[in-house]
């Protein structure tokens, strides 16, 4: 029988294609097993090595337990509690490795090792307790030394079971390697059927590539337009804030300037030029960097930090008030990137708000003598040197003489906040005991708290020595009282409190009220601040004791602050530094023999 050109051809073709599809078959199988062979080897290394960091972190904290049962030092046992650590996550890690035989022997292991670290835990609880001999013993007794010889067994049975199976799996690979070979024999008849495949191959591949190049040659025509289109947006963005009345800056991780404004470097009187990847320390110049260094490295600490600074410019001497606001890094949120300056003039604000304080405190100065006479002079009507007055004259003498005395303390409380924000006002600190101070306020203000129908209550009888002004400490205690008072329903308990908070006295004030709005908590230490600021609010005050109060406690070295409490009212605290008398008198009073 005999075949045409073509026929003999097409069964070429054909002959050809069943040898391929038996090559591939073939080298399919080969390849897995190889590859099966080659994952057994990495898994069998593995598990080794898993095996091996297993009893080198067991020795490890074997060899720490011991050091910290000879030290006794805190370091050796934290060294000792991590590799405690490793030698459980090694212990966890291994047993994704191996066989049945050798998972389940590594469950084995990890049964015997966990009751050989609690005894170890248990010889260092003996040497906490008890001493260093009982240690030892545990150390040493024989339940230890079977654990250790334990351990060990496993260890080598684990690795002959992975020996065993290692060299299974290369004879498995040699035979595979052996089928390989015989199959080797067909890939040169099957060479120019791949040669012209291949070719096929590539001239596809390079009508692709022709046609991929020329859409990234569109693709490229179309990103220039779009760094044109950029470039112009960032010149705009540049003219905004060129004009823009102030100081900007970004400084990033390396304290390098990467971005500013006009007004920023005029600001400095150098040119717009000068700034660009300029180290701050070289841009601002010497003087000016010691004040700055401080600012900028609590805001690469992640503070928002605001701070005032004076620069000479053309019109004078200008006054900024700058921020820095710092950048979180897009990869880590942890790590701060770089630093915003923002800085706004505030010179004309700075004037008119001392414009404003000098007319007040003249105001307060003048109104005070006038007033002063005023109220002696009702006081003595009052008490009837003028002689006996009829009853609603009387009466209308009292009231002039009440509101008379609360324009005297809205004028001191005015008078104070004009000596704190001119420095002025002069604490005269020292060391005094806080409770007799705190039984005073409270004697001071029950007569205040009956008018509200409220108690107030000492809730504690411990007492330390503080740095304070006995004086200015009453003045913040009758502030915080008389709020409490005043915001606490009829029949409640306003109680106050004194502890020790590390090297701080801590005085609480807890009132039975509604507590304070959300809205209004962020403006509860501001002048003239008022929950309820219309004409009709149902409780008195000037809006000034709490931000008084603050100032005061702040001069003293501390700090005044408030929380809701979850029930029920709020609670206003603040903390004065410890005199160092009182660490004195408690070395003193630890020192006195014990009664018999």
């Known amino acids: 029988m005999s075949f045409g050109y073509q026929q003999r051809i097409n069964l070429a073709l054909i002959c050809g294609l069943l040898l391929v599809m038996v090559l591939a078959a073939g080298s399919y199988l080969t390849i897995n097993s190889f590859l099966d062979d080659a994952s057994r080897e990495r898994e069998f290394h593995d598990a080794m090595l898993s095996l091996q960091e297993t009893a080198a972190h067991l020795k490890a904290a074997e060899s720490l337990q011991r050091k910290y049962l000879i030290s006794g030092e805190r370091d050796d046992l934290l060294e000792y509690e991590r590799s405690r650590t490793a030698v459980l996550r090694a212990v966890d890690l291994g047993r994704q490795y191996g066989g049945a035989d050798t998972q389940r022997m590594l469950a084995s292991l990890k049964d015997l090792v966990l009751p050989r670290l609690r005894r170890m835990d248990y010889a260092i609880d003996l040497r906490q307790t008890i001493g260093l001999s009982a240690a030892r013993e545990v150390v040493a007794s ?6 250790r010889e334990s351990i060990d067994r496993i260890f080598r ?41 291949a070719i096929y191959l590539s001239n596809r591949h390079h009508r692709k590539r022709q046609a991929a ?4 040659a ?72 010691q004040l700055e260094r401080p600012h900028l490295e609590r805001a690469f600490r992640g503070e928002l930090v605001t701070w005032q600074r004076d620069a000479t410019a053309a019109a004078g001497v200008r006054t900024y008030e700058m921020k820095y606001i710092p950048r979180a890094s897009e990869r880590d949120p942890g790590e701060i990137a770089g630093v ?12 008119m708000d001392r414009m404003k304080s000098e007319f007040v405190a003249t105001v307060s100065h003048e109104l005070r003598t006038p007033l002063t006479s005023i109220r002696g002079s009702l006081g003595l009507i009052a008490a009837g040197v003028a002689g006996k007055l009829p009853e609603r004259a009387a009466d209308l003498v009292r009231i002039a003489k009440s509101n008379c005395e609360r324009l005297s303390r809205l004028i001191d409380d005015i008078l104070d906040i004009e000596k704190m924000e001119s420095g002025n006002l002069r604490l005269e600190t020292g060391g005094a005991s806080v409770l007799p101070l705190l039984q005073s306020a409270i004697a001071a203000n029950e007569a205040y708290a ?16 503080a740095e304070l002004d006995p004086h200015r400490f009453l003045q913040v205690m009758g502030n915080l009282l008389s709020n409490a008072a005043k915001f606490s ?20 004030v807890r009132d039975r009220g509604p507590g304070i709005d959300a809205e209004f908590r962020t403006r509860v230490f501001q002048k003239f601040s008022q929950a309820d600021g219309s004409d009709s609010r149902q409780k008195g005050g000037t809006g000034l004791g709490l931000s008084i109060a603050r100032a005061l406690v702040e001069q003293m070295g501390g700090r005044l602050d408030f929380r809701n409490e979850p029930d029920c009212g709020c609670t206003f605290y603040f903390l004065l530094p410890l005199s160092p008398r009182n660490r004195d008198a408690e070395i003193k009073r630890m020192q006195q023999p014990a009664p018999t």
């Open 218 to 289: 569109n693709s490229l025509d179309e990103l220039q337009d779009v760094g044109v289109a950029l470039r112009s947006s960032e010149s705009q963005l540049r003219q905004v804030v060129d004009a823009v009345p102030v100081l900007i800056m970004y400084v990033d991780a390396g304290q390098r300037v990467l971005f500013h404004n006009r007004a920023y470097v005029e600001s400095l009187g150098l040119a717009y030029e000068q700034a660009d990847g300029s180290p701050v320390d070289e841009l601002v110049g010497a003087a000016a960097q």
């Open 340 to 351: 915003y300056v923002v800085g706004t003039d505030v010179t004309e604000f700075r004037r």
């Open 213 to 216: 190049e020329a859409e990234l």
């Open 489 to 508: 329903p009829a029949g409640a308990v306003v109680s106050v409190s004194l502890m020790r908070d590390a090297e701080f006295a801590r005085v609480e």
């Open 450 to 465: 009956s008018q509200h129908r409220v108690r107030l209550e000492l809730a504690t009888h411990a007492d330390v020595i």
């Open 157 to 197: 049975e684990i690795r002959a079971t992975e020996s065993l199976g290692l060299q299974s799996s290369r004879m498995e690979t040699e035979a595979g390697a052996r089928r390989t070979s015989r199959l080797s024999l067909v890939t040169g008849v099957l060479s120019v059927v791949l040669l012209s495949l």
């Open 142 to 147: 024989e339940l230890s030394r079977e654990q």
